[in-house]
């Protein structure tokens, strides 16, 4: 309970810093409301920083790789698009966003997991062989 009470004053600090210094600077501002279960804009997060839109086996493989990180959910977390966003600072974001625009999932991009990502949006397979 601690924990919780602990997570929930840090995400209430950054959002009342971000809304008192007007526009939000950092992704980790942004992305502040979905803490307290709200969702946030693409385009909010297209203010922030650098944007780019997966494609769709890209989407497929952050999507799972969502549902495998800590805290697990028993649904298909909410987006049919994937994006990559990188601040000023060098924070790099995965996220999840719908036809309307909402983003209501996101997790860090590690440099592991963003080569990763970029090795699935080339075709690469990881496996060695021969052609069939």
């Not at 809304?19 to 979905?34: H, Q, R, W």
Request: aromatic share 10%; glycine share 12%; with cysteine.
């Amino acid at each position: 309970m601690r924990r919780f009470m602990l997570a929930a004053v840090a995400a209430a600090s950054l959002w009342t810093s971000a809304s008192a210094a007007g526009e939000p600077k950092t992704l980790e501002e942004v992305f502040a409301p979905l803490s307290e279960g709200l969702c946030v804009t693409i385009d909010a997060v297209r203010a922030v920083g650098a944007t780019v839109q997966l494609t769709p086996e890209q989407f497929q493989f952050v999507r799972g790789f969502w549902m495998a990180i800590p805290p697990a959910t028993r649904g298909l977390p909410p987006g049919d698009k994937a994006f990559l966003a990188k601040d000023s600072n060098g924070v790099g974001v995965f996220g999840l966003f719908d036809d309307g625009g909402e983003v209501c999932a996101v997790f860090q991009a590690t440099d592991w997991i963003e080569r990763v990502v970029d090795d699935v949006g080339r075709g690469e397979t990881g496996k060695l062989g021969q052609a069939m």
